[in-house]
């Protein structure tokens, strides 16, 4: 199994829509999460950190389920701009660090 | 400005000649990475350091070096070149109190 899994897509949605993503880990002593967007051929740029108690940054909602073991970020009011590719990224509690990045879940917004 | 830097941005190589991308951050970070992305396959971490002459493998080091000698560069060396390692290489630098990881724009590297 997959040390972090993301459902490729693409989710190609209307412009307005609300669309979801989920990540899920398999190391339990994970301890930090992020959700990072790449746009094609660019490098990943953090979006939002994932807090246990889940936080909100303007139409973007993330969210924590240590007990399930993923994690989810919720996109309102999708826009054009939107598109690109969501990376999740899990890393473990002390020693090394050494991040797992999940593949990558596309987007695709359309008019 | 926060930045991470890598040079060059392309290249194209031959079989066995030696290259070296360099990565520079000004945020005084200690942790850096090197990544590379390949089609169906992610983001794959190369080597990583922890500090200065404080280096380690990742998941795919064969056919890499690395090297720390100051704090704000990590170069990656490609002693001898093969096609396989033709991909979109990645170096990052890790804030040490929220491990957000900060990205350089990429090298496309082609080997042939």
């Known amino acids: 199994r997959k040390e972090v899994e993301q459902d490729p897509g693409p989710f190609n949605v209307p412009e307005g829509a609300t669309v979801a993503f989920n990540c899920t880990y398999s190391?339990?002593?994970?301890?930090?999460f992020f959700w990072y967007r790449q746009d094609c051929r660019k490098e990943p740029k953090l979006l939002m950190s994932v807090y246990s108690s889940g936080n909100e940054d303007g139409r973007f909602t993330a969210q924590l389920n240590r007990a399930s073991q993923y994690i989810s970020l919720l996109i309102r009011d999708s826009k054009l701009s939107d598109s690109a590719t969501y990376l999740c990224?899990?890393?473990?509690?002390?020693?090394?660090?050494?991040?797992?990045f999940g593949r990558g879940t596309s987007l695709i917004v359309h008019p | 400005e926060a930045q991470v830097t890598q040079n060059p941005r392309y290249l194209i190589t031959v079989t066995g000649k030696k290259l070296t991308v360099t990565c520079s951050q000004n945020m005084n970070h200690e942790y850096m990475s090197w990544y590379r992305q390949d089609p169906g396959l992610g983001l794959r971490q190369i080597y990583y350091?922890?500090?200065?002459?404080?280096?380690d493998k990742g998941d795919v080091p064969e056919g890499y070096k690395v090297s720390r000698k100051e704090k704000r560069n990590f170069p990656l060396i490609l002693e001898s070149p093969s096609p396989n390692q033709t991909s979109l290489y990645f170096c990052?630098?890790?804030?040490?109190?929220?491990?957000?990881?900060?990205f350089g724009p990429g090298t496309r590297l082609t080997v042939t």
């Open positions: 190391n339990s002593a994970s301890q930090s």
């Open positions: 990052a630098s890790t804030s040490d109190r929220g491990y957000e990881q900060y």
């Open positions: 350091s922890m500090n200065v002459e404080v280096t």
């Open positions: 990224v899990v890393t473990p509690r002390g020693g090394s660090y050494i991040p797992t």
